[in-house]
Nanobody, 122 residues
Framework: VQLQASGGGLVQAGGSLKLSCTTS????????MGWFRQAPGKEREFVAT????????YYADSVKGRFTISRDNSRSTVFLQMNNMKLEDTAVYYC????????????????WGQGTQVTVSS
């Protein structure tokens, strides 16, 4: 099983980035997917999750209204559109797959990607 996150980079505050996570080795359409992030010196935190069908999503309060999670089951890929970005969004972003449904707890996810760095500058 492999999860490959991409799309990170440097963006100015107020700008946008779109992360992608392409998977292989798992039946993508049967997994809920999530995005988490970890800032320097902080614990990993939940960002967003989407169910296997793509019709149910949940977000952390800190990103609600600014970030959108989506998925394309035909491409085994999950996305995170990040708009109106803030300095505090700076972190390494990880995608993860959960066999048993949407969850905000990281231990519910069995498979993890390697992370992609997102840096927001002022």
């Amino acid at each position: 099983v492999q999860l490959q996150a991409s799309g990170g980079g440097l963006v100015q505050a107020g700008g946008s980035l779109k992360l992608s996570c392409t998977t292989s080795g798992l039946t993508f359409s049967t997994y809920a997917m999530g995005w988490f992030r970890q800032a320097p010196g902080k614990e990993r935190e939940f960002v967003a999750t989407i169910n296997k069908n793509g019709d149910t999503t949940y977000y952390a309060d800190s990103v609600k209204g600014r970030f959108t999670i989506s998925r394309d089951n035909s491409r085994s890929t999950v996305f995170l559109q990040m708009n109106n970005m803030k300095l505090e969004d700076t972190a390494v972003y990880y995608c993860a797959a959960a066999r048993y449904g949407v969850d905000m707890r990281d231990y519910a996810y069995q498979n993890w990607g390697q992370g992609t760095q997102v840096t927001v500058s002022s």
